[in-house]
């Protein structure tokens, strides 16, 4: 067998495998993973980005949100140059490369998902640029699934799978196709939440690695590095059309849950980019409903005429797909491809109290926003909306609209 696994057959894998799967040193080919500071120094130029700040030793039993976060605009040099006398962590995170590079640089000309399987690149890859620190809250993406590459610095991933229990889901703070956990995997103030969570994943990706996410998986992502750089693309799922129509139903709801409260206690039901939800007019909201439920119910019809057809004609003319046996797969040390390790409940407290360790001041008197959070004013309000967000609710819905349309 190759050294590496061919085009068709990453396809494949990324296509179908439920587990979250690593590729040791898959791109390590691509020369921006031998990049060294200064070359990313020039590559960035004079662009001023703006990134999400946060003190390192914010203890809080709410992750630490978006909407508490500072921006700060500085260039990649600065930011640099700023690490060794800064107590915050930095974040430049979810930016769509080809909105800050246009295809004539470097960085666009180098970037090419085709060992991957798919003819992608710079429309549709995602960078992530930041310090020792900075992480993601722990989600699930209800749309698609999703390929990481590590290009430089090192990131942690804790992941667990979409049916686990325990990690609270939220649609408070809102935002389209993110399903937060009200766990804090940061530096929590209460370690209790966390007793007794298993199923749980991690990997730590260096330069040169890659991570196949699968659709749904719940995942905390932290940079352990001064500098890290990460870049990713979504991909598509057949599940995603009915995963539109509930996102769409879901954005109604909370839309116009916004527009009858003030305009500061909206702004706390949802993530900064999702601001204009409060002045969408409602019949944007019902065409976008009307425009994905179309979709869905066009694309249920079409799956019927196949299956139809299948009972009926000989599917030799059908496209194949590369099978494999992703156990033999990882035992053979020359794919360097492996499953994300298991963590025991133990081990992830574990964890929690080693960042709680590094980076929070446990002496000093906490903040009362530390120990309250952003949105515990909004009990009742985001008890309501998480109590109309939930699967069954919005399947129930889902499934008498769609009834009713057809």
């Given at each position: 067998?190759?050294?590496?696994?061919?085009?068709?057959?990453?396809?494949?894998l990324?296509?179908?495998?439920?587990?979250p799967?690593?590729?040791r040193?898959?791109?390590?080919?691509?020369?921006?993973?031998?990049?060294?500071?200064?070359?990313?120094?020039?590559?960035?130029?004079?662009?001023?980005?703006?990134?999400?700040?946060?003190?390192?030793?914010?203890?809080?039993?709410?992750?630490?949100?978006?909407?508490?976060?500072?921006?700060?605009?500085?260039?990649?040099?600065?930011?640099?140059e700023n690490?060794?006398?800064?107590?915050?962590?930095?974040?430049?995170?979810?930016?769509?490369?080809?909105?800050?590079?246009?295809?004539?640089?470097?960085?666009?000309?180098?970037?090419?998902?085709?060992?991957?399987?798919?003819?992608?690149?710079?429309?549709?890859?995602?960078?992530?640029?930041?310090?020792?620190?900075?992480?993601?809250?722990?989600h699930?993406?209800?749309?698609?699934?999703?390929?990481?590459?590590?290009?430089?610095?090192?990131?942690?991933w804790?992941?667990?799978?979409?049916?686990?229990?325990?990690?609270?889901?939220t649609r408070?703070?809102?935002?389209?196709?993110s399903?937060?956990?009200?766990?804090?995997?940061?530096c929590?103030?209460?370690?209790?939440?966390?007793?007794?969570?298993?199923?749980?994943?991690?990997?730590?990706?260096?330069?040169?690695?890659?991570?196949?996410?699968?659709?749904?998986?719940?995942?905390?992502?932290?940079?352990?590095?001064?500098?890290?750089?990460?870049?990713n693309?979504?991909?598509?799922?057949?599940?995603?059309?009915?995963?539109?129509?509930?996102?769409?139903?879901?954005k109604?709801?909370?839309?116009?849950?916004?527009?009858?409260?003030?305009?500061e206690?909206?702004?706390?039901?949802?993530?900064?980019?999702?601001?204009?939800?409060?002045?969408?007019?409602?019949?944007?909201?019902?065409?976008?409903?009307?425009?994905?439920?179309?979709?869905?119910?066009?694309?249920?019809?079409?799956?019927?005429?196949?299956?139809?057809?299948?009972?009926?004609?000989?599917?030799?003319?059908?496209?194949?797909?590369?099978?494999?046996?992703?156990?033999?797969?990882?035992?053979?040390?020359?794919?360097?491809?492996?499953?994300?390790?298991?963590?025991?409940?133990?081990?992830?407290?574990?964890?929690?109290?080693?960042?709680?360790?590094?980076?929070?001041?446990?002496?000093?008197?906490?903040?009362d926003?530390?120990i309250?959070?952003?949105?515990?004013?909004?009990?009742?309000?985001?008890?309501?909306?998480?109590?109309?967000?939930?699967?069954?609710?919005i399947?129930?819905?889902?499934?008498?609209?769609?009834?009713?349309?057809?």
């Amino acid at each position: 067998m190759s050294l590496k696994p061919s085009e068709d057959l990453v396809r494949s894998l990324t296509s179908n495998v439920t587990v979250p799967l690593i590729f040791r040193n898959f791109v390590n080919n691509w020369a921006i993973c031998q990049w060294n500071l200064e070359k990313w120094i020039q590559v960035f130029g004079d662009k001023e980005l703006p990134f999400r700040c946060m003190r390192k030793d914010f203890i809080s039993d709410e992750p630490c949100w978006e909407r508490k976060c500072k921006m700060k605009k500085m260039t990649f040099k600065a930011f640099v140059e700023n690490l060794a006398n800064t107590s915050e962590w930095m974040y430049f995170d979810y930016k769509y490369l080809h909105q800050w590079f246009d295809g004539d640089s470097e960085l666009s000309k180098e970037l090419n998902w085709k060992q991957f399987g798919y003819d992608k690149g710079p429309a549709d890859t995602t960078l992530w640029v930041g310090s020792d620190g900075s992480h993601t809250p722990a989600h699930q993406d209800t749309y698609g699934y999703n390929i990481i590459a590590q290009v430089h610095g090192k990131k942690q991933w804790i992941l667990f799978p979409p049916e686990s229990g325990g990690l609270k889901p939220t649609r408070v703070p809102y935002e389209e196709s993110s399903v937060y956990s009200e766990l804090n995997f940061y530096c929590p103030h209460n370690l209790e939440p966390f007793n007794g969570l298993t199923g749980g994943r991690t990997v730590v990706l260096s330069a040169g690695d890659a991570l196949l996410v699968p659709r749904g998986w719940w995942h905390y992502v932290q940079n352990i590095d001064p500098v890290n750089i990460t870049l990713n693309m979504w991909l598509p799922h057949e599940r995603d059309p009915s995963a539109h129509v509930s996102e769409a139903l879901i954005k109604i709801f909370i839309a116009q849950m916004c527009k009858d409260l003030p305009l500061e206690t909206a702004k706390m039901l949802v993530n900064p980019n999702e601001d204009d939800i409060v002045d969408t007019p409602l019949a944007v909201l019902f065409l976008q409903l009307e425009t994905v439920a179309n979709t869905y119910m066009d694309k249920r019809r079409r799956v019927r005429r196949v299956k139809r057809q299948k009972t009926r004609e000989s599917d030799t003319d059908l496209p194949e797909t590369e099978e494999f046996d992703l156990k033999a797969l990882v035992e053979n040390p020359e794919n360097k491809l492996e499953i994300a390790s298991t963590i025991s409940n133990t081990e992830l407290i574990n964890m929690l109290k080693g960042n709680l360790k590094k980076y929070a001041n446990t002496e000093r008197v906490l903040d009362d926003d530390e120990i309250d959070g952003a949105t515990s004013s909004l009990c009742l309000t985001k008890a309501v909306i998480d109590a109309f967000s939930q699967n069954n609710v919005i399947d129930l819905v889902k499934h008498n609209l769609l009834a009713s349309l057809s």
